[in-house]
């Protein structure tokens, strides 16, 4: 009996706990966002003294952090490179571009967005753990920068780029004591910045995602009440492996939810939202396993900043009166000209171009011979509509001219970065001298003649995902002239004309309409007779 009264007490306070406003509460206070560390990093001696290096800063992070160094060493933002599946070298090394080409021979100034300290050639010591720059990704205080041609270092005194940008003195002592980890404008530095300024080369990432609305970006709105989501967020981390690349992109997720337990796709859109994320609009989730998520859900790239869309180096070279490379500018201020890197032309709030895509992007390197007769795809995504894989997906497209070698059929590698006499372009505007110089340092071949050619650079887009009420409507896709009218090899009803499945289903139409009619004519009678004979 007794241990029925306490069974039947213990249900009757398990249930008033359960549903009271007691049981939604904590017990234990708030935690103050800034105390969330175990460690306050301005409490270590190794930290307070005046470091006059990044290497040095580096050297003391790893007293602690003694297996961080050798993590960064394995991931691709300290090797720019990434060996694909069918054994070919690829990553920041060693494809072609067609913003600033490539990185050989132009080290000092791309290594501006390596997390190392030095890579100012080949010599460069991968294997330094000294090297490895800690700062740059874990700076809290949004002073660090490194020096745009400082070979990854930040200034170490005062300093001025281009003959009008300042730099100021990085103080290393007091950025070590303020790390945190990475958010936007960490990752932002280079990300947002890539292929030479502000939203130049992505379309989906520029500064304007530090403050963003939620019309901007959903996921990064930082309102009050909003998400304000950071990079690793999405892109979670462990041991310094940041997932989500351009080089081993996942078109389609079908794992879906990869709580609890964290799955190989943690950046894609159904890691969080599932594969059928309509619940009201189910008829919607039709369509999950052959579009992308971004492609309804990211209606306009580059909402609030003009992207980069074509770059052309065939018209590079003219100087002022003076001597100097030419600048040109637009109305609102974008480079539309400049003597040292072509012509260029920009556009703000456009709409992506749409592919079918499988997670498989082809790449062409320095050694592919293509076929220049018409537009060269430096990179293009693979798919087609009877993949299973494949889904389509909203991109970027840059298009451009730049060099190539006609006789041997293969890209080139210019010497842009250096001081007068070293041959570079941007100080001697002599192309023949750049190429050369720049195919001999990387060991490749040069034929010795050089012209331009047409390319297109293909960019994934995940990123400005529009509010769900702004997603795009049915007819912006289902309609003639609607955004997927280039997008052949498939049927897309309100798009596609199909005589004979028009004709077929214009006959179910009227088949129908006569069955009915027919059956209600054949009731009316029914039911006449019915009445005539009195059974009604």
Not at 70 to 98: P, Y
Not at 302 to 323: I, N, Y
Request: charge should be negative; include cysteine.
């Amino acid at each position: 009996m007794k241990n029925l009264l306490r069974a039947g007490l213990s249900s009757v306070v398990i249930y008033l706990f359960a549903f009271s406003h007691l049981s939604a509460e904590t017990f234990h206070p708030p935690v103050d966002s800034l105390l969330l560390s175990t460690a306050d990093h301005t409490k270590f001696e190794e930290l307070k003294k005046e470091f006059k290096s990044g290497p040095e800063v580096t050297e003391a992070c790893l007293q602690c952090h003694t297996e961080a160094a050798k993590q960064v060493h394995r991931t691709k933002h300290w090797t720019w490179e990434v060996l694909m599946k069918d054994g070919k070298m690829l990553g920041k090394q060693h494809v072609v571009n067609n913003f600033c080409i490539s990185v050989e021979s132009n080290e000092p100034r791309c290594t501006s967005c390596h997390i190392g300290y030095g890579w100012k050639d080949r010599t460069f010591d991968f294997t330094s753990e000294k090297n490895v720059d800690c700062l740059v990704c874990h700076d809290g205080t949004g002073t660090y920068k490194k020096f745009p041609s400082g070979a990854g270092h930040p200034p170490y005194e005062d300093k001025v780029f281009g003959g009008k940008t300042p730099f100021k003195k990085v103080d290393l002592s007091y950025v070590a004591q303020h790390v945190a980890n990475p958010d936007r404008h960490n990752c932002g530095i280079c990300h947002f910045e890539g292929g030479g300024g502000d939203a130049v080369k992505h379309g989906d990432l520029d500064n304007s995602l530090l403050d963003p609305t939620e019309t901007l970006d959903v996921h990064m709105a930082s309102g009050e009440n909003e998400l304000n989501m950071t990079c690793t967020d999405c892109h979670k981390t462990e041991g310094h492996q940041v997932p989500g690349s351009r080089y081993e992109p996942t078109a389609r997720d079908v794992h879906g939810f990869d709580y609890p337990l964290p799955d190989d796709y943690p950046t894609t859109c159904a890691s969080c939202h599932g594969v059928d994320p309509h619940q009201n609009y189910k008829k919607l989730n039709d369509h999950v396993d052959k579009v992308a998520c971004q492609t309804c859900h990211i209606p306009a790239i580059a909402k609030e900043r003009p992207t980069k869309v074509w770059w052309d180096w065939s018209k590079a070279g003219k100087l002022d009166e003076e001597g100097r490379p030419l600048v040109k500018k637009d109305s609102t201020g974008h480079l539309v000209y400049l003597g040292k890197k072509g012509l260029f032309k920009w556009a703000k709030d456009i709409e992506p171009e749409y592919r079918w895509f499988n997670g498989e992007m082809n790449y062409v390197t320095f050694l592919t011979e293509i076929n220049d007769s018409g537009v060269v795809a430096i990179n293009h995504p693979d798919g087609e509509p009877r993949d299973t894989l494949s889904r389509i997906w909203p991109f970027k497209v840059h298009r451009g001219k730049q060099p190539y070698d006609p006789q041997l059929k293969r890209f080139v590698k210019p010497k842009l970065f250096g001081p007068k006499g070293s041959g570079a372009y941007w100080s001697d505007f002599d192309w023949d001298t750049s190429i050369a110089g720049g195919m001999e340092y990387a060991g490749l071949e040069y034929s010795g003649t050089y012209d331009f050619v047409e390319t297109e650079m293909y960019w994934p887009i995940s990123h400005m995902v529009s509010p769900k009420e702004e997603a795009l409507s049915c007819v912006e896709c289902h309609s003639r002239g609607g955004r997927l009218e280039k997008l052949a090899g498939f049927y897309l009803p309100g798009r596609d004309a199909n005589g004979f499945v028009e004709i077929l289903g214009l006959l179910v139409i009227v088949s129908s309409l006569v069955g009915v009619s027919i059956h209600g004519f054949m009731r009316f009678v029914s039911n006449k007779r019915r009445v005539q004979d009195g059974e009604v």
